[in-house]
């Protein structure tokens, strides 16, 4: 009984810490890839496979026995198994990492016992001998590491890495503090429970935008989870695995430590932070906590600690008052999550620095919570945090069947519908949308359309146009029955100005909140109303409060949305998108021509600020003057004044989302198109950015396609005309390779014009692109990408399958791909799975080659990255796939010849990795060959794979390391040779 409990959860106490410790290390690993700072990544790996072995320290056992009563063993492990008791032993680890002094040591061993605490009349015993099988057996682990792998130890000692784990050093002495206070831990738990029943209720629901009605929907009958993609840093390997999507609410979830959160406006980031807030406080594993920026430094500058903030938020909003330090010392245990929320909304860029380097400093006082920050992509670059401490993602875009599940939750959460009703609504509405599947694509742009289809019965094509239908349609239903004369003394131009100028005066005031106060909201709308539309000071007064009045308790565009501390009603717009359509109305109400305009934006458009409003802003005056917005572009381009990359880019991007929504004449659009090639081509800018303008150029346009696609091809067509060969090569790739994946932007059915385009241009340079293929390793994996040479043709060149495994340089998006083999491994992981017929078709064409040409292994040279393993062992296969013999060969050829390639340029512990946590995929079943060719977790019987009986017996030579898959390079030429 006592070895059962009491060890075991001693054991299981200490395979936690290292997990953790293996979590907080993991951002060097995947911030900056594999190839840079090995000993980083074999260090964060070797915690991550530490396997923990549940023997008892020599006389363990017996010391418990006498220590331990056998009614006190159940309570005894329960202890053991705290977060005070879990902090504690974190700190014990970064101690003995760091090599400690003993006063270190003695102080945590005076922190674990006020951890255990007493049990009856044994005293500190139990805690003693704990502690010293605790110390013993992370010595052990300390020991091995640094036997292992001296350069990693030797690097976090030096603080190389070692940030995170000094930070814990350094707040022992504080976490000491909080253990010797004299609280009640039965308080404490009732405390959290209370706490976690007020997540669950408050984050619980859901209240979409609405024209009629204010809805509370619950947030398992509408909420769809979207994916999260990581972002690589900007010193990431290039050759590294495409990024997996990983699910909101499990995945990556499960994997936050230090992460930053970004999306485009819609996107859908404070709703995905609200489920995650419902998802953890039922899951009662993790606290979490969450911190709205806007109200923390509502007041322009954040004058108080994060800690009393939460503090506050308990006990104003949830009315839950916590007990004097119950906060810090869920923070310092170590199992919170703390999530600030909307970076982005600090509009301006010092605010939102001084924001991010409090975040920062909050991690360094409590080194065992976990962070995530949300925010906008445009401006966090001026608030960046800590690229060595936080890893960034993305949310995703809503894919089809995405986009699908959402449409019929909405109309299935409509109660006046009937359930047939409702089905054939969203069906009806899931194919009218298609047309539009960039704007469906965003959460809140989705949500609105269901809206606007609902009560309009047609759907707008643009984004200007959804925003300007949404707030007419708020207008005409501010009551059911329309009464707005009844209502207010305000017409309807008055009250639409009147919103203009309070949108824009939230967006720029200067302390930065985009809540206001119920005194503020009525001061500001009476000077508003007295500069404009009444003279005497009682009049306009009156009217404002009729008009704030108005606009409380009802889900309109400007809402009220809680209370201060002192209980006073606060006014936001309802949503973003409705702050910045009516700010942007007001900007380009200011302005009196375009020109002026132009002048506006550009400040801010050269600060990455307003990209939506600036954008907005054009459409209106398009709109309002003949040629307005082609005027205001004109304006942008003009000015001299900013000429830096970042302010091109902005540019380029802004005139490629302008291109729709905007009306600009033919010649005007080849003039845009120019500028976005020039930029794309001007190798001088960073990779991320020239990705980006491909896609915007291409995917953004839907109306003049055929004038970008012209101007492509020309440019393309001049390119190729080149008497050098790499020059072609960026010609024919300009022209005729599709961009998959070159940026966050959304495939939709548009893009489907310039698949079939790129493929009618390499049909057309047919002849140019295979003779380069010949020594150009880019034009080759243009040929096989574009069918213009089979598999098999390759193949049976010399070196056919090594050009197959290695990446090219990839011109437009300014660093190497990687290889084309390896990207249909990708394939197999992101798509579903009737897009998998290019990997099929591949795979096919190899296995033959295997089965009938019968070449020897060596099959192919060392495998370049991204790496094809994660695809296929991690992919598990519908009811009606079918691998063929052919097909399952060849792949597992390829995936064992990745490791091997692996092994020979990454340490061991970061191989042992890919397959440590036994893949379930339709492979999995080379997992164990894999395992016995690393001489890991060997010894049982290898189980036959599903191939010919002599690739069979090759197979098991291959893992017992009798034979090689690939040959290792044999100069640094070698990569160089087959690239051309």
Known sequence: MLEEVVIGALANLVSDVLSATARQLGAVRRAFGERRHSADLELATYFDTYTFVQDAAPGLARRLEVAVGAVEVDAFAQRIASDR?????HELLAARLTHAPEQQLGRLRDAFSRAVGPLGVLGSEPADAAFEYLDDKLCQAVARLESALPDAARRLRDRAIGHRIIAILDAIE????????????????????RYRRHLVEEFGVLAPPDVERRRRI???ELYVAPKVVPIPSDTADRHASPAIAQPLLTEFAAGIDRTVLLGDPGAGKTTAARALVHTLARDATVVPFLVTLRDFAADGTATGSVAQHIEDVMNIVFQCPPPPGWVRRRLLDGNSLVIFDGLDELVDATRRAQISSIIEHFCIEYPLTRVLVTSRFVGYEQARLNEREFIRHRIDRFDEEQVAEYARKWFASERALTQEQAARDAEAFIAESASVPDLRSNPLMLSLMCVLYRGEGYLPQHRAQVYRMSAELLFHHWDASRHIQVALTLDLWQVQRLLRALAYWLLTRTDEGTAVTERQLVAKTTELLLARDMEQPAQARSAAEQFVAFCRGRGWVLVDVGTTAAGESMYSFAHRTFLEYFAAAQVAADADTPEALARICLQHLARSEWDVVIQLAIAMKDEAISGGGQRTLQGLFKDRRYTSSEARRNLVHLASSCLDSVDLTPDYVRVLTRRALDFLLDHGNDSEDRAAVLAWSRLNVRRRQDLVADEYK?????????????????????????????????MHAGSEYWRIWASENARTWRDTIIGDAQTMLTSLHLAVEQGLLTVREVLAQPDGLTRLTSPYPNPLVGFPHGSWLGFRGYEMRMY?????????TTFEQLGAHLLEDNPAPPFTAHIWGPHPAEGYLGTELAADERITESAYLSTAVITAADLESRVRREPPAVVAALISARPTG?????????RERLGINGGPLLAPLPVREDYQRLFKEWAHRKVDFARPPDTAGDLAHVMG
Not at 726 to 744: E, I, Q
């Open 922 to 930: 339709w492979l999995s079943e080379l997992a164990p060959y894999l």
């Open 832 to 840: 579903r799975a009737h897009e998998r017929r290019r990997w099929a």
């Open 174 to 193: 504080r976490h000491q503090a909080t253990l010797a206070e004299d609280a009640d831990p039965g308080t404490d738990l009732e405390q959290l429970q």
């Open 85 to 89: 008791c879990h902090a504690v032993l």
């Open 714 to 746: 020309a440019r393309a067509e001049t390119l190729i005309a080149s008497d050098d060969p790499w020059v072609r090569t960026v010609g024919c790739f300009l022209g005729a390779w599709y961009p998959y994946g070159v940026s966050a932007e959304v």
């Open 218 to 220: 619950s947030l398992q």
